[in-house]
C-alpha cells in the first residue's frame, strides 16, 4: 500500500478535522498530491491539490475552509477541514502521479457531518 489515510470521523457541523496521507515511497516527496473525496450517489472530486512548489489549488465549495499542506521529513500530507458542513460529508482519499504516469490511490478515510 503506497498511500494511507487517516483523520476521518464523524463531526458535527462547523467541526474541524485533520486527514492524513501517508506515503511509502520516498520519491512521492516529488510529486504533487491531491485530496479528492466522493459521496454517495456523486462522481469524485478534487478537493484540494499541492504542488512540490508550493502551489494549492481548491475546489470553489472549500475554498477558505480547507488548507492541504505536506512534510516531507514525515512523508505525510494533510487535509485541515474547518467549518464543516453536511455537504462536505464523503470518503475521501488522498492520490498522487509519479514521474512515470502511474496513478497510486489510498483506500479513503470515512467523514460525516452531521
Known amino acids: 500500500v503506497q498511500l494511507v489515510e487517516s483523520g476521518g470521523g464523524s463531526v458535527q457541523a462547523g467541526g474541524s478535522l485533520k486527514l492524513s496521507c501517508t506515503y511509502s515511497?520516498?520519491?512521492?516527496?516529488?510529486?504533487?498530491m491531491g485530496w479528492y473525496r466522493q459521496a454517495p450517489g456523486k462522481e469524485r472530486e478534487l478537493v484540494a491539490s499541492?504542488?512540490?512548489?508550493?502551489?494549492?489549488k481548491y475546489a470553489d465549495s472549500v475554498k477558505g475552509r480547507f488548507t492541504v499542506s505536506r512534510d516531507n521529513a514525515k512523508n505525510t500530507v494533510y487535509l485541515q477541514m474547518n467549518s464543516l458542513k453536511s455537504g462536505d460529508t464523503a470518503l475521501y482519499f488522498c492520490?498522487?502521479?509519479?514521474?512515470?504516469?502511474?496513478?497510486?490511490w489510498g483506500q479513503g478515510t470515512q467523514v460525516t457531518v452531521s
Open positions: 492520490a498522487t502521479r509519479d514521474s512515470a504516469g502511474a496513478s497510486y
Open positions: 515511497k520516498y520519491t512521492f516527496r516529488r510529486c504533487a
Open positions: 499541492l504542488k512540490t512548489d508550493g502551489t494549492t
